[in-house]
């Protein structure tokens, strides 16, 4: 089964249109021939965003990541915060063209599937046709440790109420989306909308189902929320997670 893209069409709402235009021209004008295109995913791009709930989800690709230098790139994303308090985060996700065209299963899924080209030549459409087998899933989540222990880092040191809820909401969708990487085979497409992923979730994976409520409900509102008490349950998930990418990986591997 070829697994389809998210967002079928680019529908900005009237509202967003401005900031988006805005990001690109000062990241054109920033980094200039640096950018081979920019993309955006989530909300935004469908036309579903709400002011003061939606943030806004860029990538970049590039020739070389080492040429977007981060402290530039906040300082857009300050100054656009400020020119549109509607918007609640922002945040751009960097990889270079040679990402997305050698690991398609990774970059090119994210790119491919997940965003939409807002500017430059979509280097998605070089990506083959990607294909749901468990060969897909182990590939889509090679860093999803790394990316799992980062987040968990970063909340276990956080100190003020605002990055603990930041990193809660972040942690609580990470999972939930790793959770739904492993049943794509019986949904057959991957699904953006938190809820409906949630829901199938409940429906094939064979994980305690107060666990997914929990990080559900922490996705819906993160707000003092106990950082040891969701800790312990994140972990709880994490290792049922890696549990049954491990069993996936023998079960392909004595094939």
């Known amino acids: 089964m070829i697994l389809e893209k998210v967002i079928s069409q680019i ?11 805005t990001y690109v021209e000062h990241v054109l004008n920033e980094f200039k021939d640096k ?6 995913c989530g909300s935004i791009p469908k036309g579903t965003a ?3 709930k939606s ?5 970049i690709v590039c020739a070389n990541p080492k040429d977007i230098d981060y402290e530039r790139l906040s300082n857009i994303k300050d100054k656009l915060l400020e020119e549109y ?4 985060k922002m945040d751009t996700i960097i990889c270079s063209m040679d990402d997305v065209l050698s690991r398609p299963n990774d970059w090119g899924f994210w790119v491919k599937i997940i965003c939409v080209c807002i500017h430059g030549e979509d280097i998605g459409e070089k990506v083959p046709p990607i294909i749901i087998s468990p060969e897909f899933i182990l590939d889509l989540n090679t860093d999803t440790k790394e990316e799992v222990d980062r987040v968990h880092r970063s909340l276990s040191n956080a100190s003020d109420d605002a990055m603990k809820t930041r990193y809660t909401k972040g942690y609580s969708k990470r999972l939930l989306r790793a959770l739904y990487s492993l049943i794509i085979e019986d949904t057959g497409v991957w699904e953006d909308d938190m809820t409906k992923m949630k829901n199938a979730i409940l429906d094939y994976c064979e994980i305690d189902p107060a ?3 929990y990080l559900y409900a922490c996705y819906l509102d993160s707000c003092h929320v106990p950082v040891e008490e969701f800790l312990r349950n994140a972990e709880e998930v994490y290792r049922y997670f890696e549990n049954a990418l491990h069993t996936m990986a023998a079960s392909r591997n004595s094939k």
């Open 11 to 21: 529908t900005i709402q009237s509202e967003y249109k401005d900031l988006v235009d």
């Open 35 to 40: 950018i081979h295109s920019i993309y955006m």
């Open 50 to 52: 709400q002011p003061f």
């Open 55 to 59: 943030d806004a989800d860029f990538t």
């Open 85 to 88: 308090p509607f918007v609640t």
């Open 211 to 213: 666990l997914v409520e």
